[in-house]
């Protein structure tokens, strides 16, 4: 009887050193292993112990946007899914739909937000803003305004933000892949 108890304190003493997994931790392994990225699209795990912290990087190959490369950081709160991923664009670009400081304005990432999203959803609503830039939901409200009025201006503008140029006074970070 006293072999029984004491193995019974050893594997209590054991699941206490062992992290508990949180239901967001179990949601984001399930919604990674139901991935199917396109080779546009890769994710990065700095931590490969920590799933709820990673980076995903979008690399256009069509639209204005071609040649680029981006990387978005994905910061998941231990309330997934019931909040949304935090997701900041990691290069200063010219997007109507991204500001300065990286902050995307992608309805699913806000009011629209509902648990049954997965990354998936999230992941191509991004590459959708790449290939669709949205002028009428805009955070960078000049590059909107652009897109609006003179469509083959913006483009102009895109591309050379890409290369790491100024648009109206304001320095882009270089955003193009390296060539393959």
């Known amino acids: 009887m006293i072999k029984i108890w004491s193995m019974k304190k050893s594997e209590d003493?054991?699941?206490k050193k062992k992290p508990k997994t949180s239901a967001a931790q179990i949601r984001v392994q399930k919604d990674l292993t139901e991935l199917d990225l396109p080779s546009t699209m890769k994710t990065?795990?700095?931590?490969?112990?920590d799933l709820l912290n990673f980076t995903l990087t979008i690399t256009p190959d069509e639209?204005?946007?071609q040649g680029g490369s981006f990387s978005?950081?994905?910061?998941i709160?231990?309330?997934?899914?019931?909040?949304?991923?935090?997701?900041?664009c990691i290069?200063?670009?010219?997007?109507?739909?991204?500001?300065?400081?990286?902050?995307?304005c992608l309805n699913i990432l806000r009011e629209d937000w509902k648990p049954v999203l997965n990354l998936n959803t999230v992941m191509v609503g991004l590459q959708y803003l790449f290939l669709e830039p949205n002028a009428d939901d805009p955070l960078n409200k000049e590059a909107a305004e652009?897109?609006?009025?003179d469509r083959e201006g913006f483009v102009r503008n895109v591309k050379n933000s890409l290369k790491g140029g100024s648009v109206?006074?304001?320095?882009y970070d270089r955003a193009l892949a390296a060539a393959r």
């Open 91 to 104: 290069p200063k670009i010219y997007h109507p739909n991204v500001d300065l400081e990286g902050n995307v």
């Open 13 to 15: 003493a054991a699941a």
């Open 72 to 75: 978005f950081s994905f910061n």
């Open 63 to 65: 639209g204005m946007y």
């Open 168 to 171: 109206k006074g304001e320095v």
């Open 77 to 88: 709160n231990t309330n997934y899914p019931h909040d949304p991923p935090k997701v900041k």
């Open 44 to 49: 990065d795990f700095p931590d490969p112990a």
């Open 146 to 149: 652009d897109l609006r009025r």
